[in-house]
């Protein structure tokens, strides 16, 4: 019995709220591993903000790929991870990218806020993903009747 999910199950799972993990290749060292923010949308690129001129932001321009995974925190256990190559890194819009990611998260009133509190802050960048090697897991199918 296979615990892969499908195509339609990872993409769901994928664009569902969890915090993500993302990898980046880092010459001399094993690679840069950090949780961040994303968003998904079934068929679409993953997509994330980060400071350019941040050690995450320098990497990602430089490596020009990243892997993200996304899992469950409570039995039975799910993950997702994707890898593929960046397809743009722009300046990240106020409205257009950062306050829809911070609502994700945190919800309209606190994304408002913690957005009205960072609104100052420049050098943002929205970096673009699209997905090309899928790795999943589905632990819940193991319990699936036959």
């Known amino acids: 019995m ?24 880092e010459d001399g060292h094993g690679p840069l591993t950090v949780p961040v923010w994303y968003s998904y949308e079934p068929g679409g690129e993953v997509r994330i903000i980060t400071a350019r001129r941040s050690r995450k932001g320098k990497l990602l321009e430089r490596a020009g790929r990243f892997s993200l995974c996304a899992q469950t925190e409570t039995p039975p256990y799910k993950y997702v991870s994707v890898e593929g ?3 743009t890194i722009e300046v ?8 829809p ?14 957005i ?11 970096v673009r993903m699209r997905p090309e ?13 036959r």
């Open 101 to 114: 990611l911070a609502r994700r998260y945190l919800g309209a009133e606190l994304g408002d806020r913690y």
């Open 85 to 87: 190559p960046i397809v």
């Open 133 to 145: 090697r899928w790795l999943t897991v589905d632990y819940a199918k193991q319990y699936q009747s």
């Open 2 to 25: 296979s615990l892969t999910m499908t195509k339609e199950e990872r993409e769901a799972f994928l664009a569902d709220v969890h915090v993500g993990v993302i990898s980046v290749a």
């Open 116 to 126: 009205e509190s960072t609104r100052d802050v420049v050098g943002n960048v929205l």
């Open 92 to 99: 990240a819009d106020l409205e257009r990218d950062r306050r």
